[in-house]
């Protein structure tokens, strides 16, 4: 079995600031790992995802996040956010034969000015 | 290229009616996915098809749930005798090949169900 769990339902940051968005996962087996971004109203935006090779993985908009097998976690960076950044976050993983996505409960970032 | 696209965009309908919901996945895309979004559920995976088959259905709440893709295009999430509890957004997405092969799933707008 797969899953993952996302720490924090709500995340506020001041417009400039780092943002972390934390993600943990369970699998028995090497899993693949996402970070999806839903705006309002909208469906869902791959941001990045790690499936082999380099566990420092850059997306779309400056985002980024590290495959850490030790912590089994994903965190989601970004340097300095901008109010655009203002969404839900979801973190999924697929692992094996699975051929579908775990998602974890989401994360709301809120970005202040 | 045109994304994956999902009609209607939002459904109102009363308890105990029947509902069809649309998706045209992206063009060449030959796994096609539903997923539901609720407040009290998160995202739920409901069914996957490879082709016009459907490997994976055990994410269906209930035999009032069913799902069909014909042609290796179109797909069709059909709800029987709706009850409340089945509002929610229900999500399509593509993918060129299955998730595990590395490929992405790309997901369209959603159909918002409210059942009153």
């Known amino acids: 079995a797969q899953s993952v769990t996302q720490l924090g339902s709500h995340v506020s940051v001041s417009e400039g600031a780092l943002v972390l968005l934390r993600c943990n996962y369970s699998?028995?087996?090497?899993?693949?790992l996402f970070w999806y971004v839903q705006y309002p109203n909208q469906g869902l935006q791959l941001l990045l995802k790690?499936?082999?090779?380099?566990?420092l993985v850059k997306g779309i908009n400056g985002f980024e996040a590290e495959f850490k097998k030790s912590e089994t976690s994903f965190h989601l960076t970004k340097p300095s956010a901008h109010m655009s950044d203002a969404a839900e976050y979801f973190c999924a993983v697929t692992a094996g034969t699975a051929s579908k996505l775990t998602f974890g409960t989401g994360t709301r970032l809120q970005v202040t000015l | 290229g045109a994304g994956v696209s999902q009609s209607p965009s939002n459904k109102v309908t009363e308890k105990g009616k029947d509902v069809e919901l649309r998706c045209d996945p992206i063009s060449g895309h030959t796994a096609l996915y539903w997923y539901r979004q609720s407040l009290g559920q998160g995202l739920e995976f409901l069914i996957y098809?490879?082709?016009?088959?459907?490997?994976?259905k055990s994410g269906l709440p209930s035999d009032r749930f069913s799902a069909e893709r014909t042609g290796g295009s179109v797909s069709t999430l059909t709800i029987q005798r709706t009850q409340q509890e089945d509002s929610a957004v229900y999500l399509c997405?593509?993918?060129?090949?299955?998730?595990?092969?590395?490929?992405?799933?790309?997901f369209g707008p959603g159909t918002r169900l409210l059942v009153l």
């Open positions: 997405a593509s993918s060129y090949g299955l998730l595990e092969s590395g490929e992405t799933q790309y």
């Open positions: 699998s028995s087996v090497p899993p693949y």
């Open positions: 790690y499936t082999t090779g380099a566990t």
């Open positions: 098809f490879q082709g016009n088959s459907a490997p994976d």
